[in-house]
């Protein structure tokens, strides 16, 4: 396959995958529609994973990380409803994807993280394709105080609990969180959260299975 034949084919599926995964999924705010089908995906992939940019499932992305199915990234987005020149922080960004997506929506993002290999292709990928984005590295647990308050903030993986340092970091009145909570069974439920005075307050918005971030994983017990 030569170059432009390649990019016609990436160019396909990317809409196909809007067309086919995303819209039909009640994803309707056309920033997110539009940053999906423009953004080539395959860049914030490994090379030997580029097959599977366009694929309706989470890929694998080693060291047990994963980057976030569309539909449920799109979901996640929208519920949050980011807006033009909000402060937007994203956790756990891995190779930059969901950054550049929100990015094109409107907001000033900092995207953290913490794998030296994650973070070598989003400093490809979003130098190339969002480089707005102001990508860091840190321990994901504590988020990036840095940048603080945030108008929204994306977890990018499911969490047991969101990391009290990150939820500090959220602004109080109007600011939104959105994440994905691991349950206790294979079933996980994504959930906007909001800032008030006495703390977060988080309802569930529909059901996924995105896999748990092993950082954000609390500590197993030793047993005795």
């Keep these: 396959m030569n170059d432009a034949t390649a990019l016609d084919h990436n160019a396909d599926a990317r809409k196909r995958m809007v067309d086919s995964q995303i819209r039909p999924n009640k994803v309707t705010d056309p920033r997110i529609l539009a940053a999906m089908r423009h ?10 994973a580029a097959s599977l940019a366009y694929a309706d499932e989470d890929v694998p992305l080693g060291n047990g990380r994963f980057l976030m199915e569309p539909m449920v990234l799109a979901r996640l987005l929208q519920i949050a409803e980011p807006k033009e020149g909000e402060r937007a922080l994203v956790v756990a960004c891995g190779t930059g994807y969901g950054a550049a997506v929100l990015s094109q929506c409107g907001p000033r993002v900092t995207a953290v993280e913490n794998d030296q290999a994650l973070l070598a292709i989003a400093r490809d990928a979003l130098g190339a394709e969002a480089p707005g984005v102001n990508l860091v590295a840190g321990p994901l647990d504590a988020g990036w105080s840095a940048g603080a308050p945030y108008d929204v903030i994306l977890i990018e993986g499911a969490v047991k609990s969101i990391p009290d340092a990150i939820a500090k970091q959220l602004k109080v009145a109007g600011g939104r969180l959105v994440t994905v909570i691991a349950g206790p069974g294979r079933t996980n439920q994504a959930v906007l959260a909001e800032a008030t005075s006495f703390g977060l307050r988080a309802q569930p918005v529909f059901d996924c299975g ?13 047993v005795f």
Excluded at 39 to 48: D, I, Q, S, V
């Design 39 to 48: 953004l080539p995906r395959e860049k914030f992939l490994p090379p030997g």
């Design 210 to 222: 995105t896999p748990a971030l092993p950082a954000l994983l609390p500590a197993p017990e030793f």
